[in-house]
């Protein structure tokens, strides 16, 4: 079936977008120059070749790679007011930011270089396109729990700019357990919780998400489709799963689209939203993930694309009111 053309201007919501991930290979580069830093690639194209994943760690080599040179307040303003725009072309109306700290603070970027540059972005997208936005800050779950701690802390005098906190990076082998007591604490601060679970690690990291750390959402959540206990506490839950069907693709957690557990996630009655990921490495930002998937899926139509795209608003984390106001 095809996209209906309503839905590209329809008004949806973004609750699963890193915005280092939405780091085009032009800006790298421009970026590079600007600080005279040498990429590994030798041209935009190259770069983009580059882009052919076999697992999340894949991936994750070559998003930590290109992230370095993210360096001023100034860098993290043009890279936030990039996705906005592209954001707004999309119909996106509201959009919750995921940001790795601890990708920059390594490498000596102060904390507050980048929420304030993100910040400036957010703020002048309001102003300029009418699209509100808000940050989440993610722990690498591939580092310690002590390095969250820390990381939470030194991002403490920018509580105000950020509305939660989250947890990404290389799955396997570091499960939601890992961070109970930075979760507990962020939770303390009045601080939104999400989790990425079930993306290459099992259904049980999703439970573990849920229990142990609160997970008001899960990010990506595809394989809760192997537990039908899990399916059905979701549903019955009501906790809403980010699914990104182009990242699944591209890190081939699934064969093909036409194969994706989406239909029984949705069938199941689970409250599924549709979401971009890392758009500068995966093939597209919101729409083209809309318009792949509605390609692969002939049964879909345009039942399942408003279902999809009024989850989107109800799922995030604004005021009942303007859930109200869009719907
Ligand atoms: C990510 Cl696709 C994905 N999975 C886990 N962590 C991530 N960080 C950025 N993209
Ligand atoms: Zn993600």
């Known amino acids: ?25 032009e800006l790298s580069f421009q970026l590079a120059a600007r600080h005279g830093i040498t990429l590994p690639y030798a041209s935009v194209e190259a770069l983009r070749e580059a882009m052919d994943f076999e697992d999340l760690q894949s991936f994750l080599n070559l998003y930590y790679a290109c992230a370095d ?13 990039a996705y906005f725009q592209r954001a707004a072309a999309d119909g996106i109306v509201h959009a919750e930011i995921f940001f790795d700290p601890q990708t920059h603070t390594a490498r000596g970027v102060p904390m507050g270089a980048v929420i304030l540059g993100l ?18 800050l993610c722990f690498l779950r591939h580092l310690s729990e002590e390095e969250a701690l820390q990381t939470l802390e030194a991002a403490l005098p920018y509580r105000e ?17 890992k961070f109970e007591r930075v979760f507990a604490w962020a939770r303390t601060l009045g601080l939104h919780v999400v989790a990425h679970a ?9 439970e573990q998400a849920l229990d142990l750390l609160h997970a008001e959402r899960i990010d990506h959540g595809v394989r809760s489709i192997d537990s039908p206990a899990l399916m059905q506490r979701l549903a019955h839950e009501g906790v809403p799963l980010t699914v990104c069907p182009l990242s699944n693709l591209k890190l081939c957690v699934v064969p093909d689209l036409a194969e994706h557990p989406l239909p029984q996630l949705l069938a199941a009655g689970l409250r599924v939203t549709i979401n971009s990921d890392d758009p500068a490495y995966f093939g597209g930002y919101l729409l083209d993930n809309f318009r792949a998937l509605f390609d692969a899926l002939p049964q879909w139509g345009a039942a399942e694309a408003y279902a999809l795209l009024r989850n989107s608003l109800q799922a995030s984390f604004v005021a009942p009111e303007q859930k109200v106001a869009w719907m």
């Open 1 to 25: 079936s095809a996209l209906p053309g309503l839905l590209a201007r329809a008004p949806k919501a973004e609750l699963h977008m890193h915005i280092e991930g939405s780091l085009e290979p």
């Open 198 to 206: 079930g993306e290459e690690g099992p259904a049980a990291y999703v």
């Open 119 to 136: 910040h400036r972005a957010s703020e002048q997208a309001r102003r300029q396109l009418g699209l509100s936005s808000s940050l989440i």
């Open 161 to 177: 700019f950020f509305i939660g906190v989250g947890l990404d990076s290389a799955e396997r082998d570091h499960p939601p357990a």
């Open 69 to 81: 040179v993210l360096r001023t307040e100034d860098d993290f303003f043009e890279l936030g007011w």
